[in-house]
C-alpha cells in the first residue's frame, strides 16, 4: 500500500499538462491529469507547423500523448473539471467533477457508424467554426483517448426527446446515455496548474464581422493539411485564392487592456506569411507590426529569411481600423508610415495575429484558490522560483504564468515537475512495474559542468530529492556572470540570491563542488558514465562514476571595439552600470543625460541572432538611473525593442517616466565621437523627424551581445551538437528544450541560448527533472528494440562496430562484439550489414522485415495476369 | 585475411545452367568479413538467381547454408546432406575452400561463386587492399614493415625503380610507391642505414615457384 | 496480357519522417493509390539489399524506399547508406534484365502528406506504364 499524498494532480491537458505529467510519471510519481475537453493534446494539433522547423507539430507530439495515455502512473480525467481544492501543500484534497462522456472508452472502436447516422450537425470548433460536425463525434484523427464523446448541447437524445439513432447504430453497445456526473476526492501532495490560454478577440475588433477578416488559429485551420481546406490557402467569403493577404499585429497585445507582449504572435505571423508565400510565389504577403519580436533560438533567421528569400513584406505601422471595400468582399487598410504620412492600400483577406489571455476558468480557480495574479491576471511569480505561485504547493507553468512559446512552456512544465516533486519527495505513490530481475542500476549521481547560477539550481534539485552532485567549476568561485548583476527585470535583488544559493550549495552534503577543474575525458551511458576531471592547481585527475550529465556552462558577452568602448571611459558595458550602480551612485546622480545603444554586436551579418536580455536589462537600468536622477535625460536607441511578456510593463514604464526612444536600423548605426576633452557626442538619424538629431551624453552604455563560451571543446568531449552560431544544439527545437538526442545528457541556461534569469532558473529545474527520470529508475532501461549478437555466428568482422551511429558496439577482451543494450537505439542497420547473419533486434526472432514483406506479398504471390 | 570478390552474375549463370537443385554454400570467415561469401551474400545470390530462373522459366530449387570455414574438412560434414539432395554446390568460400568440398565430395560438382584475391585488410568499411603475397620469405624486417613484394608493381626489392613519381606508382596516380613509403617510414625510425644493404637474389623457391608447398611439423603430426 | 494491369508496390517507410507524412495522409484522407504497400522500418538504412530483392522476388512489381531528409536521419547516415544501397541493387537488376525504375529512393520530412501522396502517384505511374515485373509474365506462360 502506498499513501495517497506521495500523488500530484495536474490540471490541464495541453503541451505543459502532458509534459509535466510525463516527467513525474517517468520519475516514479503517479499523476491525475485533469483536462477539461473531451480530448488531451490542448491547442496543437490545431496548429498547421512550428517554427523554426516547419515541421507538424501534432506528428512529434503525438508519442507523447500515446504515452501519457498508457502511463501505469498516470490517470486522465478527461470531461473533468476541478471545483474546489482544500488542505494544504503536502496533503490538499481536490474535488473534481467529471461530466459523463456517453461514450464507453474501452468498448469504442473509432469506427465512425455513430456520427455517420448522427442527425445533428453542428460547427466544428476544431476548426474554428469553418466546416461541421456532428453531435457525437471524434475531434481529430488520431485523438487521445481515441474514443468518440457526445456533446450534450448538441445532442437530440437530451435537447429533443428520443433520438437513439447512434446508440442503435453502435456495434459495439459503447454508448450509454444514462451516464451520470461524477464527482471525484482526490488526495494530492502538489498542484500543478497548466491550463494554458485562450485567445480572444478584443471588443475594439469590430471589422472581425467581415467575413475575409479571419484570425490566426483560423488562418493556421485554413492552411492545415488536415483543415477544413486540406491546406488550400483559400479565403472564406467565395473560397477563392487571395492574391494579398495582410496580417495586423498585437490585436488583443500591447492595447490599453492588455499592457503586455503575447510574444508568440510575431513568429507566427512571419510563418504563416512565408509558408503562404513559398506554396503560391505570386502571392502578396504583408505584415503590419509595431515591434518584430523574435527573440527565440533560430528565430532571426527565420524572420530573415522570410524577408529576404520569400519576400514577405513587412511595414512598420499599427493599423487601427479596416474597412470594407463596396461591391466587393475586399478590405481596405489605412495606417500612418514612421513619419505619419498616411497610405491605403486593399487586401484580399486579413489575418488578425490574436494575442493571448490567461484562460478564464483558470482565474476563476487561482482565484478561489487564493493565488495571486497580477494585473493581467497571470500567475504572479518570483524570477527565482518562476513555477512556485504565492500558495505552497500549489505550481503553475506555461502560458498562466506569462504569454510564452512551446518550448519556454515545456521548459516550465518540466520545472514544475520538478518543483513540485521536490515538495514530496519523501513519499512517491507510484507502483513500480515489474521489472525483469536482470538489470543494471543507474548510478545515483549527477554530475552538472559550470557553476553558475543554472548549474547550482540543477545541483540543489538533485540533491535535494536525494541524489549525490558533483559540481564542476573552472575558477575558484561559485556564480559565474550573475556576480555581476544586481537586479532581474522585476526589480529583484540578484546579487543576495546568488549568495544564498552558493551558500545552500557549499553546505550541502550531498554535493561536491570542484574548483579549478576540468572535464579531460568521459564515456559511458545514460544511467553509468564514467568522467575524468582535472584539476588545475595539481597534476592529479579525479574518476567520478555518475547516471546523469548537465552542461551549464553558460555564456560569455562579447567584448566589443564599437562606440569607443575601451578608449572612453565613460562608454560603459551593461555589467559596469551594474557596479557602478552599486558602488558609485553619487556619479550617477550627476550625470545629466545618459544614451542607451542597443543590439551592440547581435543581429549582425556576422551573429544573426537576438541576445534576448538586452533589451529589458538596458530599461531596468535606464529607470534606476531616472530614480537616482529624475532630472536625467535618458535616450535609448534601439532596433525592435523586444520586451517581449510582462516585460512590456516596463517599457510602459520607462515610456511613462519620459525616457526617449529612438529607433535606428543597420544601415544607419548611431556615431559616437569624442572631443578633445572626452566630451562624448552621439549623431543618430530620427525617423519621425526625419533628420539627424545630436546627443551630448556624460555616459553610453553599450547593450554587448550574448556570444557563446568555449562549447566547441565541450561539444568534442562528449560528443554533442553544437549550432552555426556555437550554443549547443537541444534534440527538437520544439519540444524537447533541455536534451541532447543522447540520453542522459541535458542542458540548461545560456549554454543553450542566450536567457534571462527566470527561463534560466526553470531550465535548470527542467534539466534536473529528466535527469531524475534517469536516476530514479530501479534498472537502466534500455529500448524495446535492441540488437543482440549471436556469437556462434560471430566472426568479430568488426563490421557492426564499424557501422553503429549509436557507439553501443563495444569489442570486448575475447575479441568479441558486444551491445550496449543502453546505447542501442534499435536502428538495425547492423542487423542488415551483419556478414554472418549474426545479429537479430530483441523481441524478434526472425527477420522482422522479411516477415513482414512475405506476409503482406503473400496473397499475391500466385497471382497472374 | 583472404579477400574474395563475387564472379560476375552472368559467369555464375553460365556455370550452373543445367543444374535445377542448387545448393549455394557461404564460408563465414574471411570471405565473410570481405563481404563475398558470408551468409548475407548466400541470401543475395539466391534470391537472383531465383528471379533469373523464374524470369527464364526453368524451375530452380535453392538450399542456402554457411558453415563456419570451408578450408576444414570437419566442418564440412555439415551439409552431408544438403550435398547428396542437390545436383551441385556454388560454393562462395574461396579456393582453398571450394577444393576442400571437392575433396571432401569426390563425386559432386563443386562451382566457385567467387573470385579469391589477395590477402589483405579492410581498410575502412568496403575498402580493402592486398597486403602479403605469401612468397615463403618474408623480408618486413629489411623494409620498414612494408611489404615490396606485395605492394611494389614490379615487386622490386630493390626500389625505387624510375616509374616512381611525387610518391605513386607510374601504373597509377591512385596507388601508392610502397618504396617511396618505406624510405619514409625507414627514416621516421631513423633506419635508412638498412636501405644500404642490398638485397641479393631472392630465393622464390619458397614461393611456390619450386613446386606446390607443403608444410610438415614432424611434432604435431600423428 | 489482358485486362488492365494494376501494379503492387512496396514501400519501405522510416519509422520517423516518411510513416510520419504517410499517416498524416492517411488520417487525412489524402488519396494515394491502394497499389501500395507500407512496412515501417526503424530507419531506412536497417532495408537491406535481400529486403529489396525478396520483396520483388515475391511478387511486388516496384519497391520504393522513404527515408528521411538528407542530414535529418536519426542515425546520422542511414538515408545516405540506404541511397547507395539503391544504387547497387539497381546494378543487380540490370544483371537480371530487370527495369531499375521499379526501385526508387525518397526522403520525405514528416509533415509531407501531400507529397507523400505524390510520390505514391509517381512510382504507382512508372511501374504501371512498365507493366508487371516480368517473373509474373513467365509465370503465367508455364
Known amino acids: ?865 | 585475411m583472404i579477400v574474395g570478390q563475387q564472379k560476375d552474375f552472368d559467369e555464375i549463370k553460365k556455370m550452373i545452367s543445367g543444374y535445377s537443385r542448387l545448393l549455394v554454400l557461404g564460408c563465414q570467415t574471411c570471405v565473410a568479413i570481405s563481404f563475398a561469401g558470408g551468409m548475407r551474400e548466400v541470401e543475395i545470390l539466391a534470391s537472383m538467381i531465383r528471379m533469373d530462373r523464374k524470369m527464364a522459366g526453368q524451375d530452380v530449387e535453392i538450399v542456402e547454408e554457411a558453415i563456419l570455414r570451408q578450408c576444414d574438412f570437419e566442418f564440412l560434414d555439415s551439409v552431408k546432406d544438403l550435398v547428396a539432395d542437390c545436383d551441385v554446390v556454388l560454393s562462395l568460400a574461396c579456393g582453398v575452400g571450394v577444393q576442400a568440398m571437392a575433396e571432401r565430395y569426390p563425386d559432386k560438382v563443386i562451382l566457385p561463386g567467387i573470385n579469391t584475391t589477395f590477402m589483405g585488410l579492410t581498410e575502412e568499411m568496403g575498402i580493402w587492399s592486398e597486403r602479403c603475397a605469401g612468397c615463403g620469405d618474408c623480408v618486413l624486417d629489411r623494409t620498414g614493415g612494408l611489404c615490396p613484394i606485395a605492394r611494389c608493381s614490379k615487386g622490386l626489392l630493390n626500389g625505387p625503380c624510375g616509374g616512381s613519381v611525387n610518391g605513386k606508382c607510374e601504373i597509377s596516380p591512385d596507388v601508392d610507391c610502397v618504396w617511396q613509403l618505406i624510405i619514409d617510414r625507414l627514416k621516421a625510425l631513423n633506419q635508412l642505414e638498412k636501405l644500404e644493404e642490398i638485397f641479393p637474389i631472392k630465393d622464390w623457391s619458397v614461393s611456390g615457384h619450386g613446386g606446390t608447398r607443403k608444410i610438415i611439423r614432424e611434432d604435431l603430426t600423428a | 496480357m489482358k485486362g488492365k494491369f494494376e501494379p503492387l508496390i512496396l514501400a519501405f517507410c522510416c519509422n520517423f519522417c516518411p510513416s510520419c507524412s504517410a499517416d498524416l495522409a492517411e488520417s487525412a484522407k489524402l488519396q494515394y493509390p491502394p497499389n501500395i504497400r507500407i512496412i515501417k522500418v526503424p530507419c531506412i538504412g536497417a532495408v537491406g539489399t535481400i529486403h529489396i530483392l525478396k520483396a520483388l522476388e515475391n511478387g511486388a512489381d516496384g519497391v520504393c524506399l522513404m527515408g528521411c531528409l538528407e542530414g535529418n536521419c536519426e542515425y546520422s547516415t542511414g538515408n545516405f547508406r540506404a541511397r547507395k544501397r539503391v544504387q547497387y541493387v539497381k546494378k543487380l537488376l540490370g544483371k537480371l534484365s530487370i527495369e531499375k525504375e521499379r526501385l526508387e529512393i525518397y526522403n520525405l520530412s514528416a509533415a509531407e502528406a501531400h507529397r507523400f501522396c505524390k510520390l505514391a502517384r509517381e512510382i504507382t505511374e512508372t511501374v504501371r506504364t512498365l507493366g508487371p515485373i516480368p517473373l509474373k509474365i513467365d509465370n503465367s506462360k508455364i
Open chain 1, 1 to 865: 500500500m502506498f499513501s495517497t499524498v506521495g500523488s500530484i494532480l495536474v490540471v490541464g491537458g495541453g503541451i505543459a499538462g502532458i509534459q509535466a505529467c510525463l516527467d513525474l510519471a517517468d520519475s516514479g510519481y503517479f499523476v491525475y491529469l485533469v483536462e477539461k475537453s473531451a480530448f488531451i493534446g490542448g491547442k496543437i494539433a490545431q496548429l498547421d507547423k512550428t517554427y523554426p522547423v516547419n515541421d507538424c507539430p501534432f506528428c512529434i507530439r503525438y508519442n507523447e500523448h500515446m504515452e501519457c495515455a498508457s502511463h501505469t502512473n498516470i490517470e486522465i480525467l478527461t470531461l473533468s473539471e476541478v471545483k474546489d481544492i482544500n488542505g494544504g501543500s503536502g496533503n490538499f484534497k481536490a474535488t473534481i467533477i467529471q461530466h459523463p462522456r456517453y461514450v464507453d472508452i474501452e468498448k469504442c472502436t473509432v469506427c465512425g457508424l455513430c456520427a455517420e447516422k448522427c442527425p445533428a450537425e453542428v460547427n466544428n470548433e476544431f476548426n474554428e467554426g469553418l466546416g461541421k460536425r456532428k453531435a457525437v463525434y471524434l475531434e481529430y484523427p488520431k485523438a487521445v483517448p481515441n474514443s468518440y464523446v457526445i456533446d450534450r448541447k448538441n445532442c437530440l437524445h437530451f435537447t429533443e426527446e428520443g433520438c437513439n439513432i447512434c446508440r442503435e447504430a453502435c456495434n459495439e453497445k459503447a454508448i450509454d446515455f444514462d451516464k451520470k456526473e461524477k464527482n471525484i476526492t482526490l488526495n494530492v501532495g502538489s498542484v500543478i496548474l497548466a491550463t494554458g490560454f485562450d485567445s480572444v478577440i478584443p471588443s475594439y475588433c469590430e471589422y472581425i464581422k467581415f467575413p475575409n477578416v479571419i484570425t490566426s488559429i483560423e488562418c493556421e485551420r485554413i492552411h492545415s493539411l488536415n483543415g477544413p481546406c486540406g491546406g488550400h490557402l483559400i479565403r472564406p467569403s467565395d473560397r477563392k485564392e487571395p492574391k494579398n493577404i495582410a496580417w495586423l499585429q498585437c490585436i488583443g497585445s500591447r492595447d490599453m487592456k492588455h499592457n503586455y507582449c503575447s510574444t508568440v504572435c510575431c513568429m507566427y505571423a512571419v510563418k504563416q506569411a512565408s509558408l503562404a508565400k513559398q506554396s503560391n510565389r505570386m502571392l502578396n504577403t504583408t505584415i503590419f507590426f509595431m515591434d518584430m519580436r523574435v527573440c527565440g533560438k533560430d528565430y532571426e533567421r527565420y524572420y530573415n529569411r522570410a524577408k529576404d528569400e520569400d519576400d514577405v513584406r513587412f511595414v512598420r505601422s499599427r493599423v487601427h481600423n479596416v474597412f470594407p471595400v463596396d461591391g466587393t468582399d475586399d478590405l481596405l487598410i489605412r495606417y500612418a508610415d514612421e513619419q505619419g504620412k498616411i497610405f491605403e492600400e486593399i487586401y484580399d483577406m486579413v489575418v488578425l495575429s490574436l494575442g493571448l489571455e490567461p484562460s478564464q476558468d483558470a482565474v476563476k480557480l487561482a482565484r478561489d484558490l487564493g493565488i495571486s495574479l497580477d494585473k493581467n491576471n497571470f500567475v504572479e511569480t518570483s524570477s527565482f522560483a518562476p513555477v512556485n505561485t504565492s500558495v505552497p504547493g500549489i505550481y503553475a507553468c506555461g502560458a498562466f504564468n506569462a504569454p510564452k512559446d512551446i518550448p519556454e512552456s515545456i521548459t516550465e512544465a518540466s520545472a514544475a515537475a520538478c518543483a513540485s516533486s521536490l515538495n514530496i519527495a519523501v513519499s512517491k505513490a507510484a507502483s513500480h512495474e515489474p521489472l525483469e530481475e536482470t538489470g543494471q542500476k543507474p548510478v545515483s549521481t549527477g554530475l552538472i559542468v559550470g557553476g553558475g547560477v543554472t548549474g547550482m539550481v540543477s545541483c540543489l534539485c538533485l540533491a535535494d530529492q536525494g541524489y549525490k552532485a558533483y559540481l564542476i567549476e573552472k575558477t575558484d568561485k561559485l556564480g559565474g556572470h550573475a556576480l555581476k548583476l544586481r537586479k532581474t527585470f522585476n526589480g529583484e535583488d540578484v546579487t543576495s540570491y546568488v549568495n544564498e544559493l552558493i551558500d545552500k550549495v557549499e553546505n550541502h552534503p550531498l554535493i561536491d563542488v570542484c574548483f579549478n577543474s576540468e572535464v579531460k575525458y568521459t564515456d559511458g551511458y545514460a544511467g553509468n558514465f564514467s568522467t575524468r576531471i582535472a584539476i588545475s592547481s595539481s597534476t592529479e585527475t579525479k574518476n567520478i562514476k555518475h547516471g546523469v550529465t548537465i552542461m551549464s556552462t553558460g555564456a560569455d558577452f562579447l567584448r566589443t571595439n564599437e562606440y569607443l568602448y575601451g578608449k572612453n571611459p565613460n562608454v560603459l558595458s551593461w555589467f559596469q552600470l551594474d557596479k557602478m550602480l552599486s558602488e558609485e551612485p553619487n556619479i550617477i546622480k550627476k550625470a545629466n543625460a545618459w544614451v542607451f545603444i542597443l543590439c551592440v554586436g547581435s543581429r549582425e551579418p556576422e551573429r544573426p541572432y537576438c541576445s534576448k536580455i538586452c533589451c529589458s536589462s538596458a530599461l531596468r537600468n535606464a529607470l534606476e538611473l531616472k530614480k537616482l536622477n529624475p532630472d536625467m535625460e535618458i535616450y535609448v536607441l534601439y532596433r525592435d525593442m523586444r520586451t517581449y511578456g510582462l516585460i512590456e510593463y516596463l517599457y510602459t514604464e520607462a515610456r511613462d517616466k519620459g525616457i526617449v526612444f529612438i529607433r535606428y536600423k543597420l544601415d544607419g548605426k548611431p556615431e559616437v565621437d569624442e572631443d578633445q576633452n572626452g566630451r562624448l557626442k552621439v549623431r543618430i538619424l530620427d525617423n519621425f523627424l526625419g533628420e539627424h538629431i545630436i546627443i551630448q551624453p556624460d555616459f553610453i552604455t553599450l547593450q554587448t551581445a550574448i556570444v557563446p563560451g568555449n562549447n566547441e571543446n565541450l561539444a568534442k568531449l562528449f560528443k554533442l551538437p553544437v549550432n552555426q552560431d556555437g550554443f549547443f544544439s537541444e534534440a527538437h527545437k520544439k519540444f524537447k528544450p533541455v536534451e541532447f538526442s543522447a540520453k542522459g545528457i541535458y542542458f540548461a541556461g545560456l549554454v543553450h541560448y542566450p536567457k534571462p534569469i527566470d527561463e534560466t532558473i526553470s531550465q535548470a529545474q527542467a534539466a534536473a527533472a529528466k535527469a531524475v527520470t534517469v536516476l530514479s529508475k530501479e534498472y537502466i532501461t534500455t529500448s524495446n528494440e535492441v540488437a543482440s549478437i549471436n556469437l556462434e555466428l560471430c566472426v568479430a568482422c568488426l563490421t557492426c562496430a564499424r557501422i553503429c551511429p549509436s557507439d553501443a558496439v563495444i569489442i570486448n577482451g575475447m575479441g568479441k562484439p558486444y551491445v550496449e543494450p543502453a546505447k542501442c537505439r534499435g536502428c538495425g542497420i547492423c542487423v542488415v550489414e551483419c556478414p554472418t547473419k549474426a545479429i537479430i533486434l530483441e523481441h524478434f526472432k526472425n527477420d522482422p522485415i522479411l516477415t513482414e514483406c512475405e506476409a503482406l506479398l503473400e496473397p499475391f504471390t500466385d497471382y497472374v495476369q
